[in-house]
């Protein structure tokens, strides 16, 4: 019965029947905010290309953290500045490293806050890459023990969860015995699944200091054409026992999500990353969007396309929009 029985625009007619009949729902509960700690005390260093966010001494994350979640931000993700870098990474698995101070104070402050840590090297080493190098390749199999090591001196800093996202074959599996042979066996791992060697990261290799210094990432990280391959790493890391995986980054890899949404049932995440934030603020400051709509439109598209949690520096604009 098409046309004119049949008629689209009558559950659109009034804003009640809109809210009625709306397929998809952004709650706050599904957004999980990015964090950058730096060392020392009552340190902030906003991020000039990502206008909002910062670098921040643990004290002030604590304090950014507060107003978080008093907005209703229940979620956090850590990235870590550290004060040295050298050609292993070392501080990225140093139990007094800057990541597990950062959590420590999280917890002790606000015990209830979903703390995850960000695993990885490439903040760590100083030739910026995400493992060790073999002359100039990234060796995966050495890597493996030091990403380890590293999610484990994040577990036993009291993270609530630790979130690969070097992209080396067989860490998740390397991650998930560490923790279990230490007693951590209740801490998930959020696995960075199907990450791709993307330009959308430019952003946040800023505000992470860990642009590779030589080459690029794309002997590790995917081919931005390869659909196909993302849904076998994303069913490696389920077997290797992920307990939630991620696409990343987020707008142009929509069917990425769809795919992986109709081929798993474990949680999927996706990352909304710098260079998708920085695009809107950007656009947003010389007046051409509307930013405020613009940001709904996209987080409400990651929840139509299948994604059930989304990393977003967007979550204080959500919490303030979805009041
Ligand atoms: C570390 C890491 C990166 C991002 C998250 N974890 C950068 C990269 O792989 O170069 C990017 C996040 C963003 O752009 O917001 N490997």
Not at 113 to 132: F, K, N, P, Q, S
Not at 225 to 250: C, F, H, S, T
Not at 274 to 301: C, F, P, Q
Request: one cysteine or more; hydrophobic letters at 40%; glycine letters at 8%.
């Amino acid at each position: 019965m098409p046309f004119p029985a049949e008629r689209m625009r009558r559950l659109r007619r009034t804003p009640g029947l809109r809210r009625l009949t709306q397929e998809t729902r952004l709650t706050l509960d599904a957004l999980i905010e990015p964090h950058f700690v730096c060392p020392g005390t009552n340190i902030r260093r906003e991020v000039s290309s990502m206008p909002g966010c910062a670098q921040l001494s643990a004290d002030l994350l604590v304090e950014e953290c507060k107003r978080s979640y008093d907005l209703g931000i229940r979620s956090i993700i850590l990235f870590g500045i550290p004060a040295h870098k050298d050609a292993v990474g070392s501080e990225g698995y140093s139990t007094q490293g800057v990541v597990p101070r950062g959590i420590a104070a999280l917890k002790e402050s606000l015990p209830d806050l979903v703390v995850w840590a960000d695993v990885c090297m490439c903040e760590y080493t100083d030739h910026g890459h995400c493992g060790v190098l073999d002359d100039h390749e990234v060796d995966n199999d050495a890597t493996l023990p030091l990403l380890a090591k590293e999610a484990l001196a994040y577990a036993q800093a009291g993270a609530d969860g630790v979130a690969p996202s070097d992209m080396m074959d067989g860490r998740v599996a390397a991650i998930r015995a560490a923790l279990d042979d230490s007693g951590f066996t209740h801490v998930p791992i959020m696995s960075y699944a199907a990450k791709f060697a993307s330009a959308f990261y430019g952003p946040f290799r800023e505000a992470a200091e860990s642009t590779p210094r030589f080459g690029d990432r794309r002997g590790y990280q995917m081919d931005p054409a390869n659909a196909r391959e993302a849904m076998r790493e994303i069913a490696l890391d389920i077997q290797e026992g992920a307990d939630i995986v991620m696409v990343k980054p987020g707008l142009p890899y929509l069917d990425i999500i769809r795919r992986a949404r109709e081929r798993f049932d474990l949680p999927i995440a996706t990352y909304n990353v710098s260079g998708e934030y920085a695009m809107v603020k950007a656009a947003a400051h010389n007046g051409w969007i509307d930013e405020d709509r613009i940001i709904l439109e996209i987080l409400t598209a990651f929840k139509r396309a299948g994604a059930d949690l989304v990393l977003t520096y967007f979550a204080r604009d959500a919490a303030r929009l979805l009041r």
